[in-house]
Nanobody
Framework: QVQLVESGGGLVQAGGSLRLSCAAS????????MGWFRQAPGKEREFVAT????????DYADSVKGRFTISRDNDKNTVHLQMNSLKPEDTAVYHC???????????????????WGQGTQVTVTS
């Protein structure tokens, strides 16, 4: 089992940047694809970005493509989400999670992930 803890959220103005971190425990971390999801008030949790187990492949939601970058450091058991050019519509609680064991290919849906972290709040003001 993997335990995940997110950090790095905060309050920023539109156009600013934040770097989120997701710290993982467990020796199987390096074999697991990871995802970032977000949930805004009154909306369902939605896909943001995912990265393969070795960090070689990444995918992004259209809404964040070109602004956000997902990365990982398996030696430190950590995944990051660099968020640039932030917009008020990026305001949400951001969660990281592992792709479920046995699922093949890139996954973009909440049910495809488990070991959810507690989330970190990102608020972008105009």
């Amino acid at each position: 089992q993997v335990q995940l803890v997110e950090s790095g959220g905060g309050l920023v103005q539109a156009g600013g940047s934040l770097r989120l971190s997701c710290a993982a425990s467990g020796r199987t971390f390096s074999t697991s694809a990871m995802g970032w999801f977000r949930q805004a008030p009154g909306k369902e949790r939605e896909f943001v970005a995912t990265i393969s187990g070795n960090g070689g492949s990444t995918d992004y939601a259209d809404s964040v493509k070109g602004r956000f970058t997902i990365s990982r450091d398996n030696d430190k058991n950590t995944v990051h989400l660099q968020m640039n050019s932030l917009k008020p519509e990026d305001t949400a609680v951001y969660h990281c999670a592992t792709k479920k064991t046995g699922l093949l290919g890139v996954r973009f849906r909440v049910p495809d992930y488990d070991n959810w972290g507690q989330g970190t709040q990102v608020t972008v003001t105009s």
